[in-house]
Every structure is written in structure tokens, then in C-alpha cells.
């Protein structure tokens, strides 16, 4: 699981051997053009839409883990496009709900690039050249090594109910399970966060995040 | 100068918000050097302890009011820094111990904390590597490792700040027959003291000077490890038994 986002972060295509500086950018790049590029002049987002699938392809990163990944992305991208007719009346709303679609969509899938060509340490080590605040890298740093725990944990807890259930449970039933799950693992996650945080006192921390390279190269 | 006691509770309490109380007037001593077993049946309060000599839970913060003191020092909250720097402590899960995305970053967090120069970081990181056998883990990811790996990427974080006691928590439960037996060599190796609360009562034979038995809180027995692990009407009083290596064939 933990590798979920990340898969051929450490493979050596072409994309991979490239600087850290340039890698950032170009994810930078793409995300800037597809975000700033208007819903009306689509042969544009047609354009930049290539640009991300070409560099796709040179990473070799198989289309089909893309396409997973965005399967799983694309709920909640949509839930929240479709509520905007809803609020903002419909001939705007669904502009709207357009752009947010097609914006996300190209952002998510060229961050899944460069998370992809680039292993999280050498991204961190990257964006800490640029001078981004320690606390902001630090919440990066733990976000990316417990997102996984607590996944594991909800996958746990959820072969846990299904080892117990002896019948195929109703949508409604479904429903309550899983938000109780999910109470209990903000609960685990909230215990889990006070022994990590007891874990980093004993080791020394006292609020400020420090950071050294482990080679010379990664600060090229 | 070595202080003779590496380790001194006296008459400590504890009781977290809410619940009846965790420890119960507890005192004991380690010598410098010394191994000591913790041993109880679960809910006795044994990580509770080991997480007072590390100042985790501080409930006594003054100097008049402590009850422990590590080098003769008494814990409290402007001594911590130095306490954490003596005590190295080991958690049950490794999982809450290793919060950055490298080994590397993951030992190194300590010294960097110690505010030791990049170059002596860097040799501490290795030595303590090398010490629990997985140089050249410095860029692997850390949740890429099996669970034995784990736990010795911990204790190489926790050697890293060279303390002079550890306060080990479980650490050889879910670890196979080999990681389990790597883990008590490099530990064996350790020159300081050593408190290693566990429910492996075979290996506390083996690697324990003496052994401290808690149940409910309170502290029931003090003595050399055979004297105590080998008293069947004492372990089954308390909910444990005689290891397979004391037991008579």
C-alpha cells in the first residue's frame, strides 16, 4: 500500500535522470499553464493535456495506473463540481463546474508525474533548496510517512468487520459502518500522533524542524 | 563521573486523567551498567515507568517534588533535555518511531536535535547504522522495511544520541526467531544501562542482570533473574510463567 501514489518513483527512465530542479518545474509549468488556461480555448488544454501524457510516457508510467489512480481521485473532484449549478445557477455553474473538473484533473494527474519521477526524500530535499518553511516541509514529511499507516489501519479494521459479517449488509448499513470506521481511526489517529509526538520529544525535538542533506548530490 | 545509580525511582505514583492508578509507590534502583528486566502481565503499568525516566510523563515538574532521577539527576522540566540525552527510549511500535521518509533523515533527527555539526551527524548516523547491521539503508524509505528492520532502524536512531541508559519497550514482540535474535546481540553490545520491559521471559534470562515484576501498579518483586523468573508460586500469582529455560526438564 505504501507505495500507492508513488510506484516507479525510484525507476530510471529518462524523466527520472533529469535534475530535481528541473523535474519541479515542469511539473510547476504544466500545473500553472493548465490551471491558468480558460475552459473556452480547449485545442489549449488539448495542448498541455499532451504535454502531460507525453511526459507520462517518457517516465514510462503505465496509462492504466494512471487511470486507477484517478478513478479514485475523480468522486470527490466531481461531487464538488457538480454542487456548483447548484448554487451558482446553471448556465455559469456548469462553466465552473468545467473548469474545476478539467483543471483538477490535469493538475492531479501531472502531481502524480512528478511524485512518480522523483522519490519523496529528493522532492523534500528539493523544496527545502527553495527555501519553503521547515514547518510546512515537515507537515509534507508526515503526511506522506502516516498516510499510509492510517490506510493500512482502515484496511485492518475493515477485514477486521468483514471476517464478522455473514451477510451482504444494505446500503444504509454500509454507510454507518464506514463513518464508524472512519470515527474510530481519527480516534486511533489522534492516539497514534500523540506517541509519535512523545516519540519526537524523546529524541530531542523541542518545536523546530531540522533538516540535513544526506549527500552532496541530492542539493545539486 | 559515573553516577552510581544509572537509575533511581523513589515512591513514584502515577495515575492518568480519569483512571485508578497506574503506578502505585513504586521505588527501585539500576546500577551503571546494569541490564534489568521489566516484567508483568499487560496493564501492569510497565510502559507507564519507562515513560517516566524519559520525562514523557512528567506529572511532578519541580525539583523538591520529583521522583525520579537518571545519573542522579532529577527529572524534571528544565532538566529534560539532558535526561532525553541520557535515556534512549525505545518505543513498542516502531511505526511511531519513525517519522521521516529516509533511514537516513530517521537516525539523523536525533544528533540534529543535539545541535552536533553536519559531519559529526553524518559519522553518528553511520556508526549507529553499522552497529545494528544495516549500513547502507541510508536512503531506503522507511516504510519499506520489514519489522525487524524497523525496529533496529529505531534503535539505531535512539544509539545515535549515544545515551548512557535505554528504556526499551517490547522490543522483541512480533519479531521472528532471526530479528529476535539479532536484536539481543546488538543489545548485549550496548556498554550502559538497560531497562527492557517485555513479556519474553526467555530472553530476559538470558540478557537480564535482574528483573522487576509489576502487577497493578505496584511493584511485587526485586531480584536476580533466576531467583525471581524460577518462583513458580510468585509468576502464577501474578499472571506469567516460568520460561521454558528455567522450567525443570
Known amino acids: 500500500m505504501s507505495d500507492y501514489l508513488d510506484r516507479f518513483g525510484r525507476d530510471q527512465s529518462t524523466c527520472h535522470r533529469w535534475p530535481p530542479l528541473v523535474k519541479l518545474y515542469v511539473a510547476m509549468g504544466l500545473i500553472l499553464a493548465a490551471t491558468c488556461a480558460p475552459i473556452t480555448h480547449g485545442p489549449l488544454l488539448g495542448l498541455i493535456a499532451c504535454a502531460i501524457f507525453f511526459v507520462h510516457s517518457l517516465a514510462r508510467i503505465p496509462l492504466a495506473f494512471v487511470a486507477r489512480r484517478l478513478f479514485f481521485f475523480w468522486p470527490p473532484l466531481f461531487l464538488m463540481a457538480l454542487s456548483l449549478p447548484l448554487s451558482q445557477g446553471c448556465r455559469a455553474g456548469w462553466l465552473m463546474s468545467a473548469t474545476i473538473i478539467c483543471r483538477g484533473t490535469l493538475s492531479f494527474t501531472t502531481a502524480l508525474w512528478l511524485v512518480n519521477v522523483m522519490p519523496f526524500d529528493q522532492l523534500l530535499a528539493t523544496l527545502r533548496r527553495l527555501r519553503l518553511p521547515s514547518v510546512f516541509l515537515a507537515i509534507l514529511a508526515l503526511m506522506y510517512r502516516f498516510l499510509f499507516v492510517l490506510w493500512d489501519e482502515l484496511d485492518r479494521m475493515r477485514t477486521a468487520r468483514q471476517v464478522r459479517l455473514f451477510r451482504k449488509p444494505s446500503l444504509w448499513e454500509q454507510w454507518q459502518q464506514g463513518a464508524q470506521m472512519l470515527g474510530r481511526l481519527l480516534i486511533r489517529a489522534l492516539d497514534r500522533a500523540d506517541r509519535v509526538h512523545g516519540a519526537m520529544m524523546a529524541r530531542g525535538w523541542q518545536g523546530e524542524t531540522r533538516w540535513l542533506e544526506q549527500r552532496q548530490k541530492d542539493q545539486r | ?249
Open chain 2, 1 to 249: 563521573m559515573t553516577a552510581a545509580n544509572a537509575v533511581r525511582v523513589d515512591r513514584l505514583s502515577f495515575r492518568y486523567p480519569g483512571s485508578a492508578l497506574t503506578l502505585n509507590d513504586v521505588s527501585f534502583s539500576i546500577a551503571s551498567g546494569e541490564i534489568v528486566g521489566l516484567v508483568g502481565p499487560s496493564g501492569a503499568g510497565k510502559s507507564t515507568l519507562l515513560q517516566h525516566l524519559n520525562g514523557l510523563l512528567p506529572t511532578r515538574l519541580s525539583e523538591s517534588e520529583t521522583n525520579t532521577w537518571i545519573d542522579d539527576i532529577p527529572v524534571t522540566r528544565a532538566s529534560l533535555p539532558d535526561v532525553r540525552r541520557r535515556v534512549g527510549f525505545l518505543f513498542q511500535d516502531p511505526d511511531d518511531q519513525l517519522f521521516c521518509p529516509t533511514v537516513f533523515e530517521d537516525v539523523a533527527f536525533g544528533p540534529l536535535n543535539l545541535n552536533l555539526p553536519d559531519d559529526e551527524v553524518r559519522r553518528r548516523v553511520q556508526e549507529s547504522l553499522l552497529a545494528v547491521g544495516l549500513s547502507g539503508y541510508e536512503s531506503r524509505s522507511t516504510m519499506r522495511l520489514s519489522l525487524g528492520e524497523r525496529k533496529r532502524v529505531c534503535l539505531a536512531g535512539v544509539f545515535a544520541c549515544q545515551p548512557s541508559i535505554l528504556a526499551l519497550d517490547e522490543p522483541f514482540s512480533s519479531l521472528d526467531p532471526r530479528a529476535r535474535r539479532t536484536l539481543i546481540g546488538i543489545l548485549k553490545k550496548f556498554p550502559g544501562s538497560q531497562i527492557v520491559a517485555t513479556h519474553d521471559l526467555d530472553v530476559v534470562v538470558e540478557l537480564c542482570h535482574r528483573v522487576l515484576l509489576l502487577d497493578g501498579g505496584q511493584l511485587r518483586a526485586s531480584g536476580l533473574t533466576n531467583d525471581i523468573l524460577g518462583n513458580a508460586a510468585l509468576m502464577e500469582r501474578h499472571g506469567l510463567e516460568v520460561p521454558l529455560r528455567l522450567q525443570p526438564r
